[in-house]
């Protein structure tokens, strides 16, 4: 009988063990379970503290970003503005004495200059927009043999009161881009050609192998050009790592000119024309991102 007993003890026990053993095992199972868990969502939580963290370092930059171009962007049109306001006052003071020919020339001096300001303008909040968070740049398939001619149009005025000859490429393909950024692109780089030049010269040439997924647009004047200090350090600063150029004062268009063409997927180089004057290349993408990334 005691053995009987003994043995229902020692089996009652046995049996709460296993029971106990097994409990231990799920709550085991779900302790590593939970803890887990809990580990994903702390390495979640420091990823979101990183990128909150980057975030708010981005908007920081930003913020200090639009502050420097703010006061670069006052500071150069200033020179404009001054320019407009004198020559608008010699015209009032002096209107009656001038002959029409002198008024007109000043007049479409004037008018040069607002069309400067305009489209400088137009260029600062084209890229303002593209500078906003949030905002997505949808490359597309762009005319650009209308925004050459477009272009030429602009300035036709004015090149044909200096003496200067305009020579646009007949044969133009399509390009890929923000159609904006495209436009101020060409137009900044032309813009700088008749500035800089008294007579001569303007040449539009696209170049586009077949074989290659770029087409090159160059604008070559025979205007007064630069020294090869001066277009090296304009290379450097579009293409390397300089950040302000020690010889413009323009420091707002060459930033905005830079910000476009690196949004692009594009590349500008400089170099002195063999005759004289300057050769602008600007170098764009002329098939889709996703097929040049196949590439």
């Not at 970003?65 to 503005?81: A, C, M, Q, T, Y």
């Not at 923000?178 to 010269?201: F, H, Q, T, W, Y």
């Amino acid at each position: 009988m005691l053995a009987l007993v003994v043995a229902l003890v020692f089996g009652y026990n046995k049996i709460r063990v296993f029971y106990l053993q097994r409990d231990r095992r799920r709550l085991q199972q779900e302790v590593a379970i939970r803890t887990a868990e809990q580990q994903r969502l702390i390495t979640k939580l420091n990823s979101t503290v990183t990128e909150l963290t980057n975030v708010q370092k981005e908007l920081s930059d930003m913020i200090e970003h639009r502050e420097n171009i703010v006061g670069v962007l006052i500071h150069d049109i200033k020179s404009p503005l001054r320019f407009l306001n004198t020559v608008s006052a010699h015209l009032a003071g002096s209107m009656q004495q001038n002959d029409t020919t002198k008024n007109k020339t000043i007049a479409s001096e004037m008018a040069a200059s607002l069309n400067r300001l305009y489209l400088f303008v137009h260029d600062f909040a084209v890229w303002l927009g593209a500078a906003s968070p949030g905002h997505l740049q949808v490359p597309e398939k762009t005319d650009l043999n209308k925004i050459l001619s477009d272009t030429v149009a602009v300035y036709k005025d004015e090149a044909d009161r200096k003496g200067i000859t305009i020579q646009q490429a007949s044969s133009v393909p399509d390009v890929y881009g923000d159609p904006a950024m495209l436009k101020a692109v060409v137009r900044n780089v032309l813009d700088n050609s008749i500035k800089n030049s008294e007579g001569g010269n303007i040449v539009l040439s696209v170049s586009c192998p077949i074989e290659q997924s770029q087409c090159e647009v160059t604008v070559t004047d025979e205007g007064k050009g630069l020294t090869e200090d001066q277009v090296s350090e304009l290379n450097r600063y579009f293409n390397g790592g300089q950040k302000e150029l020690s010889f413009s004062a323009e420091r707002s268009g060459h930033k905005i000119l830079k910000d476009f063409i690196q949004k692009l997927g594009g590349r500008i180089v400089y170099r002195q024309n063999n005759h004289r004057g300057l050769a602008v290349t600007v170098t764009l993408p002329a098939v889709p991102p996703d097929v040049t990334n196949s590439n």
